[in-house]
């Protein structure tokens, strides 16, 4: 069964402090993985896309790699506005262009 | 680039009336969108793949007598939900397919808060 698991669910980082978001997939075949981030009240802004293993993209302070297995999302020197839940999507081989979304990371940056 | 607007945002309904939330492609052409409901604490759930000029696709476990999904153009996509109720209250999100040489992707619309009383 495909699956996408999002690690951790919350995470809470003080400004400046780096981390990363895991995004790891059990998938029949990857045409594509999505990263996007949601304010509350808010649809879904669209961050990156990555298609195969060994791509890396960077915005600003995030930075999205993809291995077969795993994606991550590195985000550099946070700041408070940040704050956001994180979502990986699989887009699968044979899905008829359907995301497939973890159910997120719940991060919040403090001053 | 690549925005999606729905309308309303928001929408407060009396049990047993129906209710429509309209999906529009700014400034691109989407051949198809998609419409998922999302709960509380909760990731976005796929309800249905609306392409244009052809019926919609949806999920299992969905109605689709009670969501009925019109994409009568290239920039728009309608969901309508018959006889609310309140157990239909949730956010709904759209999404729209941009396609290029080296891309294809979704772009969200900002969501629709729909209260059935």
């Known amino acids: 069964e495909d699956q996408v698991t999002q690690s951790p669910e919350a995470l809470r980082l003080q400004e400046g402090e780096s981390s990363s978001l895991n995004c790891s997939y059990t998938v029949s075949g990857l045409r594509g993985l999505f990263w996007y981030r949601q304010d509350p009240g808010k649809g879904p802004e669209f961050l990156f896309t990555?298609?195969?293993a060994g791509e890396e993209k960077e915005k600003e302070r995030l930075k999205a790699t993809l291995t077969k297995k795993e994606s991550f999302l590195h985000i550099t020197a946070p700041k408070p506005e940040d704050s956001a839940t994180y979502l990986c999507?699989?887009?699968?081989?044979?899905?008829?262009?359907?995301?497939?979304f973890g159910t997120g990371t719940q991060l919040k940056v403090e001053l | 680039g690549a925005v999606v607007s729905q309308h309303p945002s928001w929408v407060i309904c009396k049990s047993g009336t129906s209710v429509k939330i309209e999906c529009r492609s700014l400034d691109f052409q989407a051949t198809t969108m998609f419409w998922y409901r999302q709960f509380p604490k909760q990731s976005l759930m796929l309800m249905a793949t609306s392409n244009e000029g052809s019926k919609a696709t949806y999920e299992q476990g969905v109605e689709k007598d009670k969501f009925l999904i019109n994409h009568a153009s290239l920039t728009l996509s309608t969901l309508t939900v018959t006889s609310a109720h309140p157990e239909d209250s949730s956010f709904y999100i759209c999404?729209?397919?941009?396609?290029?040489?080296?891309?294809?992707?979704?772009?969200f619309g900002p969501g629709t808060r729909l209260t059935v009383l």
């Open positions: 999404s729209a397919r941009s396609t290029g040489e080296y891309t294809d992707t979704q772009y």
């Open positions: 999507a699989v887009c699968l081989t044979g899905g008829g262009n359907k995301l497939t």
């Open positions: 990555l298609y195969s």
